[in-house]
């Protein structure tokens, strides 16, 4: 009875097990002058133009450095989009410190070109996409010519080659911790199956919403984005973004030129969301 009586107290003099927080940066690799808001936001004044951010998301911690979405690279985009102060992606995540051989995985929120085109740039880097978003763009989206816009043969040409050589993980639904604290949460129908990724700071759990959420106005006005196969999911996967970070301020959107003035810059492109752990 007496040791029983003393596990309780032995554990509470353990130490207690330190659970992985991130440092999370966004870093702008380039820009889309003169942007349509009203293809972002849902019933916005078609005369609204804004020079939207192109970014990605580097998040560093527990031994990874881990990078949400990947940018794009290949000549086809160049044009068709008039894209300006573009940095290729690994050159623009050299800015924050780490060499792409350096990033260890990539999330893939979805497969449209400006988030899936350089996942095969960061040679050591492990993929994560949804298996409902993968399985759907290399499959039955092609039987027909309306259910594939947005995405580009490459990137599907380009996720399967990752997968046959075993460098692609497929993420299997909803609210699935892929690495500790690090857990991907499926969206609001932007594509088939994007999703969205939840980060464990010593702020709290940061949102990187992607496309899910294109800019800070969709959440201020809870308006869903334009593009999207079903306006009523993505308005309601708000609901759960909020709930998850706890505060709106840690829901950060896809291409909002305000997150880079809304946190502290710590190099040309690039600011820091959070603090590292101290």
């Known amino acids: 009875m007496g040791r029983v009586l003393l596990l309780p107290l032995v554990a509470a003099l353990l130490p ?5 927080e991130y440092e999370v940066l966004a870093i702008r690799y380039a820009t889309i002058p003169q942007f349509a808001v009203s293809g972002l936001v849902a019933g916005a ?35 068709q989009w008039k894209i300006a102060d573009f940095a290729k992606p690994p050159d623009a995540v050299a800015r924050a ?18 988030h899936a085109d350089g996942m095969d740039l960061f040679p050591n880097a492990r993929v994560w996409v949804q298996k409902d978003e993968l399985e759907y ?19 599907v040409l ?18 699935q911790e892929i690495l500790p604290g690090i857990i991907c949460y499926t969206g609001g129908k932007h594509t088939y199956a994007s999703q969205f990724v939840g980060v464990r700071t010593v702020a709290g759990t940061v949102v990187l919403a992607s496309d899910n959420m294109y800019l800070y106005e969709n959440l201020e006005k809870h ?20 709930q998850i970070a706890g505060d709106p301020a840690r829901i950060i959107p896809g291409h909002d030129p305000a997150v ?11 600011v820091r969301i ?3 752990r101290p």
């Open 16 to 20: 207690a097990q330190s659970k992985p």
């Open 45 to 79: 004044d078609p005369a609204r133009k804004l020079d939207i951010a192109m970014m990605v998301w580097l998040v560093r911690g527990n031994g990874k450095n881990i990078l949400v979405d990947s940018g794009f690279y290949r000549e086809q985009f160049f044009k």
């Open 97 to 114: 410190g780490v060499k792409p051989e350096e990033i260890t995985d990539v999330i893939v929120t979805h497969m449209h070109w400006d």
């Open 137 to 155: 763009y290399a499959g039955s989206a092609w039987q027909s010519r309306r259910t594939h816009g947005g995405i580009d043969p490459d990137e």
């Open 158 to 175: 380009t996720a399967v080659k990752l997968n046959l050589a075993g460098k692609l993980t497929l993420v299997n639904g909803d609210a």
């Open 223 to 242: 308006v869903p984005i334009a593009a999207t196969l079903d306006a009523e999911s993505n308005l309601r996967a708000q609901d759960p973004m909020k």
């Open 260 to 270: 880079m003035t809304r946190f502290p810059q710590m190099a040309p492109g690039v």
């Open 274 to 276: 959070t603090e590292p």
